[in-house]
């Protein structure tokens, strides 16, 4: 029987469960035993470049798609992660895409911003907006849309909504299937992805978020968002509080650091794992402070969740940044 191209679209933006595997020569730079160092490759999600979002695009994309949307909206920072995978979601699943972005406080091109114009994006620039407010600008641009007769899905900026957050869920017992962390690093945006995780371990304490300071309060958002995502599958809050590192954000969210430059060099020439300079590289600075001021103990298996980015490291703005790195 012939398949119907809406429902061969739906397995391409599935996401398989991503390979984990030791970090040997980082472990050793960073006085690690040699097996204590992990990595989970969710920058290999796929979408157009990979990353974390993919995985909150599919139960977003699966209620966009119940809702007979033909547009998919959303928003973020000019090099948002989400909102590139949100416009290649939406060209794999035969709808049009629209991204309410903020202007970039330099002139900016590239990177991200060049895949979202090769997905078809149309994009709506607004002026630095906090990224509470952008929700709102997403709201109004999805009214307008409906004005002219589309049908409109929004999604969350970070798709970090309780049913996008909840992907997360999922992935912490897909970690405990593949090995048994004492301490998941991961960066912490939106939010959605540490309260996801939180939920899934059922304890704050196994997941360590490193700010990279979209929200000025992110620890309450991640509190409440993970009791949401818990409740929502039947289960208790997850214990203890939200663990978070405030102190890799440097002057602010986009904004490279010298520590997460540092980060991001040894990655790459330490085990070959590429890093951005808006999230992992900062989460991996936390990863190394941890370790260094003994929060990490030599023996702890600690497991770093690679939550993508890499187009980020091509977009413009950090052309020069990247060119002190050499
Ligand atoms: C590469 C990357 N890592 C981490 C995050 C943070 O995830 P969350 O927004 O769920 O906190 C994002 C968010 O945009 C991202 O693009």
Known sequence: MPQDPSDAAAP????????????????????????ALWIKRDDLTGLAGGGNKARKLVPLLAAA??????????????????????????????MGSHLVLNRPPVPDQGGNLLLDGLFGAGVTWTQALPFADLQTAIEECCEKLRAGGRKPYSIP???????????????????????DPGLVVVATGSGGT??????????????LGVDVGALPDVATV????????????GREAPRGSVSLDRARIGDGYGLPTEAGHEALLAAARCDGILLDPVYTAKAMAG?????????IE??????????GGLPGLFAHRYADW???LL
């Open 12 to 35: 391409l933006t599935a996401v398989d469960r991503t390979p984990v595997h030791r970090l040997p020569r980082l472990a050793a730079l960073l006085g690690m035993q040699q097996d």
């Open 65 to 94: 798609r119940a809702a007979g949307a033909d547009t998919l909206v959303t928003g973020g920072g000019a090099q948002s992660n989400h909102a590139r995978m949100t416009a290649a979601a939406a060209a794999i699943h035969g």
């Open 157 to 179: 900026v970070g798709g970090s909504s309780v049913l996008g957050a909840s992907a997360y869920l999922d992935v912490a017992q897909e970690i405990g299937e593949q090995l």
């Open 194 to 207: 540490h309260a996801g995780l939180a939920a899934g371990f059922g304890d704050h304490a196994r997941v």
């Open 222 to 233: 991640v509190r409440d968002l993970s009791t949401a995502v818990a409740a929502h599958a």
């Open 287 to 295: 990863l190394f402070a941890a370790r260094r001021d003994g929060r």
């Open 298 to 307: 030599a023996s702890t298996r600690v497991l770093f969740l690679h939550t």
């Open 322 to 324: 990247a060119g002190s």
